[in-house]
């Protein structure tokens, strides 16, 4: 058993150890609501024949054992995300469990991305031009007003972000246990590269893909690789929070889901990660994206564009030691 144990461990970005742990989460999501209407049914039989004939004991028996496997289905699967949620970091198993959903849509999927360059193209920001905040080698702004830029300074706390596309020609071929490149899903490493990058100019996502922090969640792998500049933890989903957090000068990343995932988001068709690193006058500005031709999803946008179908938010807070570099 302890064997067994140390090889989940040990394998934790393994996509197929991850569909299988992801097939039993499934299934003990479905068990329990499945288990405890079973149960239900079960100890009302049990009972209504328990009153036809009280002195039968097996129905004693067999209404007892109802209530105990009732109460059991009901919290079993609680108890085990609980359990594994206060260990996530500190156990390996734990923090495998906890990442076996993500580890396998990563794994499995096609690219998530819409082609900002295909089909029809909307107004959805204003020049970028008019805010403060700085952005370094910016190019022409194209119909939608998204330009090419290797950073933003952030106007409230001067904090410098390099910006990164998945696609550049220096990681965008990487690929990962599961075939897939950089270039096709790494949005998540790039925007874990985006923030971190403020405390070490040097980090890329390819540095995020190597230091083995590919599948955790955005807000573990900031607060490991930022070496404490930022205090990162997951929160509100509501645009409201995301807007006051933004215009506080925290820095957040969002997961948004598309039309595959059920969702609205014009930034994907299945689902996309993305640093927002700014906020003023209902825009927001998105430090990385998808980029095609040079020309990508990557700054100023109306918020009510990039806050459409967030289904998960880390906010990260930089520290007073990261406020005094800059």
Not at 85 to 96: K, P, R, T
Not at 204 to 212: A, E, L, R
């Amino acid at each position: 058993m302890l064997g067994f144990i140390l090889k989940i461990s040990g394998s934790c970005t393994d996509p197929g150890l991850a569909a299988i742990l992801a097939t039993i989460k499934k299934f003990m999501n479905i068990l329990w609501i499945v288990g405890p209407i079973l149960a239900i049914i079960g100890a009302g039989i049990a009972l209504f024949k328990l009153m036809s004939n009280p002195e039968e004991k097996k129905y004693k028996g067999l209404f007892k054992n109802m209530l105990i496997a009732l109460i059991i289905l009901f919290f079993l699967p609680m108890i085990i995300n609980v359990v594994m949620g206060m260990f996530d970091g500190q156990f390996d198993l734990a923090s495998c469990w906890n990442q076996a959903e993500i580890i396998n849509e990563i794994g499995s999927q096609n690219s998530n991305y819409i082609d900002p360059n295909k089909g029809n193209k909307t107004q959805i920001t204003t020049d970028p031009n008019k805010y403060k905040g700085q952005t370094g080698t910016q190019k022409n702004t194209n119909s939608q007003g998204q330009y090419a830029a290797s950073y933003y300074r952030n106007e409230k706390t001067r904090i410098r972000y390099n910006v990164y596309y998945q696609n550049d020609a220096k990681w965008g071929s990487v690929k990962y246990p599961s075939g897939s490149t950089i270039n096709e899903i790494g949005c998540m490493i790039s925007a874990i590269a985006v923030v971190v990058s403020a405390n070490d100019s040097s980090v890329t996502p390819k540095t995020v893909f190597d230091s083995g922090h590919r599948h955790s969640y955005p807000r573990n792998a900031i607060n490991s690789l930022s070496n404490g500049a930022f205090s990162c933890a997951a929160g509100s989903t509501s645009a409201a929070a995301i807007k006051n957090a933004l215009a506080g000068g925290k820095v957040v990343v969002i997961k948004v889901y598309g039309s595959k995932k059920g969702g609205s988001s014009s930034f994907t068709s299945s689902q996309h990660y993305m640093a927002l690193l700014d906020y003023k006058e209902n825009k927001i500005f998105v430090g990385n994206g998808y980029s095609t031709g040079g020309s990508g999803l990557a700054g100023w946008f109306d918020a009510n564009k990039v806050l459409t179908s967030v289904n998960e938010a880390d906010y990260c807070t930089p520290t007073q030691t990261l406020l005094n570099k800059y």
